[in-house]
């Protein structure tokens, strides 16, 4: 979804919501030694979602 779309599809679906998490990463997590959160820069990929599950 385009991201102009993607936030009136969110405003206009959501009705009476009250709560809406956004989850990213970016790829500054892959750089090596930058981050203790993961063992591997391609298990720090998966950080946030790891932690939105918490």
């Known amino acids: 979804m385009v991201a102009a779309n993607w936030s009136d599809q969110a405003r ?3 009705g ?3 709560f809406l998490l956004v ?3 970016t790829a500054t997590a ?3 030694g930058i ?3 993961g ?3 391609e298990s720090r990929r998966f ?3 790891a932690d939105g599950e918490l």
């Open 30 to 32: 892959a750089v090596a």
């Open 16 to 18: 009476h919501g009250a």
């Open 47 to 49: 950080t946030a979602a």
């Open 35 to 37: 981050s203790a959160a």
């Open 12 to 14: 206009l679906g959501l």
């Open 23 to 25: 989850l990213a990463a």
């Open 39 to 41: 063992s591997t820069p």
